[in-house]
């Protein structure tokens, strides 16, 4: 079945069908002008547990989800899809989560040679494993941004937004800066950006005239001409 024909048959009024995709919609994620990419993941957290099953519990409550827009009644039918929930992500998680406790007790309680080794050894697999999950998100959103998706993604710890970041800066990188124009580069998170030269050529120019403008009308009230 085409997205066409799902959009004609779908009823954007009715309930959720049991097969359907996040908010109730048809669409896969290869028919869906967005994709989101659920990260299970919470071995970085210091307080609590949970955030691990944000993706499947965010899309459990989505079927709930009104799809009327008052400004954008059409929005909906540009299609929006949860990738695949990756099991074996979350199952490392959870096994890792138990091992980030020898990292924090400690942290907050001190140990002897014994434990702060174990702490060590623990910290070292941990920093590890989110290094293979950085690269399967980055891996994953670069698949879908390839192919002209606009990625979003669905965590998770806050470590699991750097894949998607470094997918991002590897096709596009949007910066801001407060930095002055007559600045010929600015610092980035570590990353030097050299603005173009024909930007600082024109703040030149721009200083030059405003000079040529002031120095013009000297010359004219020193003639005595309005």
């Not at 994709?35 to 944000?54: D, F, Q, R």
């Not at 600082?200 to 001409?225: A, L, P, S, V």
């Amino acid at each position: 079945m085409s997205k066409a024909t799902k959009i004609n048959n779908f009823d954007a009024n009715g309930p959720a069908p049991e097969d359907a995709g996040i908010y109730g919609l048809p669409f896969t994620a290869e028919e869906a002008d967005i994709v989101l990419i659920p990260v299970p993941w919470e071995v970085t957290t210091s307080y609590g547990a949970g955030t691990s099953c944000g993706p499947e519990a965010i899309l459990e409550a989505s079927y709930q989800v009104d799809l009327f827009h008052r400004e954008f009644p059409e929005l909906w039918k540009r299609g929006i899809a949860m990738d695949e929930l990756p099991m074996a992500l979350l199952e490392q998680s959870q096994a890792l989560k138990k091992e980030a406790k020898h990292v924090m007790d400690l942290l907050i309680k001190g140990g002897d040679k014994k434990k702060q080794a174990r702490a060590k050894k623990a910290l070292d697999l941990i920093n590890a494993e989110c290094e293979v999950m950085n690269a399967w998100v980055e891996q994953r959103a670069g698949y879908w941004m390839d192919q002209g998706k606009l990625v979003g993604l669905v965590g998770g710890d806050h470590s699991t937004p750097l894949g998607l970041f470094q997918a991002q800066a590897k096709r596009c990188l949007l910066y801001t800066s407060d930095a002055a124009d007559e600045r010929s580069s600015v610092d980035l998170g570590g990353r030097r950006i050299i603005k173009k030269k024909k930007s600082r050529e024109y703040t030149g120019r721009r200083i030059r005239n405003k000079h040529h403008k002031k120095q013009h009308k000297r010359d004219i009230n020193d003639n005595g001409q309005k």
